[in-house]
């Protein structure tokens, strides 16, 4: 009995083993992974297609190398980005350079003729050098300028001022170490008439978006940052643009001279609308800066903004994305935080996948299953010593056991006991062939386990076959086959 149940425990290992092999490797779906070089999964992606070209072009090489020798700043129609020229000569020194203004948005034949224009060999062995600010992107040779601060994306962005890009690149050429400081983009408080004006709109439809703004609605992505409260947004143009010229003309048709010494307080809208709606999440767009104040700002805002135009500042600089591009990246980003737990907020509720918790425990499982099969295995081996003798030397052995033991069974122990005086008697007529060997070996092994239950049964451990075989001697007579 006992061999009859270690024997079904080793098959029924077995049989886990090999589903839950068969199980694990049908999950790792080798055959739907793509293992070609080269070839990314992204889609394709057309110039233009998020509304970030501006529709301006740009001259050709020639014309603008000509431009360049004659004057020492050229803007080219469409250029936008502004600079304190008196802050920078005071601080840094403008001798021997000459500035190229481009528009931002341009496409990649007009970016590559802007370009051309410092590869240029009248330009190469001209005694300036030239830098060249694309939108709001500064770079001259190999030196290329972005700013590393709140206030520097400020600047940049909220303003479109680019001298303390000026004033690194120069430094750079000049090997001149740290540059100095730009002046910040200076802030004021808005008038209560203008928070009147605005809140109106935010009171009405939530957003309220300024003349010369590019903003067409709130991404749908905000109730993911701020799924709490749904967030007032104000859409603002480039704090520059609104600016008069001194000479009394319309600010939109100042493009094609050089902007300069502009700066005005810019009106600090995010933190008077976060009086004036407490506990609500308050997003403002200034061009392609984006200011927010409410609920947990010091806790996402400047990581959130960091990483915004850290990654995205290049492109922000040279091509001229809708506000709807810009805000929606930074609300992403805002995700990302709160997903992470910068909020101190529950997460969202992940339901319980049984399958990717029990798949990485599958080969465990499996090992564990063959090295109980082997252990069983050797363990029945040890459990009957006698397979290594012949059959008839374990016939002689279990033919003396049981008459030994016929004399102690009593009513329940008698029937197993003649169940393996019929095997022994079965063994007895077979002949010495090698399957009779196999077949003796099979009705001995069953014989076994019938004088273990007897021994079991009657209470003596002593005349358990592997006990008793083990000790017992054959006669002389135990290697012949058959019975004689």
């Known amino acids: 009995m006992a061999d009859r149940t270690l024997g079904l425990a080793r098959w029924?290992?077995?049989?886990?083993?090999?589903?839950?092999?068969?199980?694990?490797?049908?999950h790792q779906r080798q055959g739907d992974i793509d293992v070609s070089y080269g070839q990314s999964p992204s889609s394709d992606y057309e110039e233009g297609d998020a509304g970030e070209l501006s529709g301006h072009s740009a001259p050709s090489t020639a014309e603008m190398v000509r431009r360049v020798q004659a004057e020492p700043v050229v803007r080219l129609p469409g250029s936008n980005a502004t600079w304190h020229r008196r802050w920078l000569r005071e601080h840094v020194g403008i001798d021997g350079v000459r500035l190229l203004f481009a528009p931002p948005g341009l496409d990649e034949q007009d970016t590559e003729r802007v370009r051309d224009v410092a590869e240029d060999p009248a330009i190469v062995d001209a005694p300036f050098e030239l830098v060249t600010v694309t939108g709001t992107k500064v770079r001259s040779g190999v030196y290329t300028a972005v700013p590393d601060d709140v206030d520097g994306f400020q600047r940049q962005f909220a303003a479109g001022d680019v001298t303390g890009l000026l004033a690194a690149v120069i430094t750079g050429m000049r090997d001149e170490g740290d540059p100095p400081a730009a002046?910040?983009?200076?802030?004021?408080?808005?008038?209560?008439?203008?928070?009147?004006?605005?809140?109106?709109?935010?009171?009405?439809?939530?957003?309220?978006?300024?003349?010369?703004?590019t903003l067409s609605d709130v991404p749908g992505n905000a109730s993911n940052a701020f799924p709490d409260t749904e967030p007032l947004v104000?859409?603002?143009?480039?704090?520059?643009?609104?600016?008069?010229?001194?000479?009394?003309?319309?600010?939109?048709?100042?493009?094609?001279?050089?902007?300069?010494?502009?700066?005005?307080?810019?009106p600090d809208y995010a933190p008077a609308l976060a009086d004036r709606f407490p506990d609500t999440p308050v997003v403002v767009v200034y061009g392609s800066y984006i200011d927010y104040a409410g609920p947990h700002r010091d806790e996402f805002y400047e990581v959130a903004t960091a990483g915004v135009y850290g990654m995205?500042?290049?492109?922000?600089g040279r091509y001229d994305y809708p506000q709807d591009n810009v805000l929606?990246?930074?609300?992403?980003?805002?995700?990302?935080?709160?997903?992470?737990?910068l909020f101190d907020r529950p997460l969202p509720y992940q339901p319980f996948d049984p399958l990717q918790v029990t798949m990485?425990?599958?080969?465990?499982?499996?090992?564990?299953?063959?090295?109980?099969?082997?252990?069983?295995?050797?363990?029945?081996?040890?459990?009957?010593?006698?397979h290594g003798r012949p059959p008839t030397v374990r016939l002689a052995a279990l033919s003396a056991l049981s008459v030994e033991v016929s004399g102690l069974t009593t009513e329940t122990g008698n029937p197993s006991l003649t169940r393996a005086i019929t095997h022994l008697d079965a063994a007895k007529e077979l002949d010495c062939s090698l399957v009779a060997t196999r077949n003796a070996h099979k009705l001995l092994d069953k014989a076994e386990e019938e004088l273990s239950e007897t021994a079991r049964l009657i209470g003596r451990r002593d005349y358990e076959p592997r006990r008793y075989v083990m000790g017992w001697e054959p006669s002389s007579q135990a290697g012949e086959c058959g019975r004689r």
């Open 12 to 26: 029924v290992l077995a049989g886990v083993a090999v589903t839950v092999a068969v199980v694990f490797l049908l």
């Open 312 to 316: 995205l500042g290049d492109r922000l």
């Open 234 to 266: 104000v859409a603002l143009p480039r704090q520059d643009t609104a600016l008069p010229r001194q000479d009394g003309a319309s600010p939109r048709q100042d493009t094609a001279l050089p902007r300069q010494d502009t700066g005005r307080p810019v």
């Open 183 to 213: 002046p910040r983009v200076a802030w004021r408080e808005p008038t209560t008439a203008e928070v009147d004006a605005v809140a109106a709109d935010l009171e009405r439809d939530g957003v309220h978006v300024a003349e010369g703004a």
């Open 328 to 341: 929606f990246a930074w609300l992403n980003k805002v995700t990302d935080i709160r997903y992470a737990g």
């Open 360 to 386: 990485p425990a599958l080969p465990f499982v499996f090992a564990g299953c063959v090295l109980g099969f082997v252990v069983l295995s050797v363990t029945a081996l040890r459990r009957r010593p006698s």
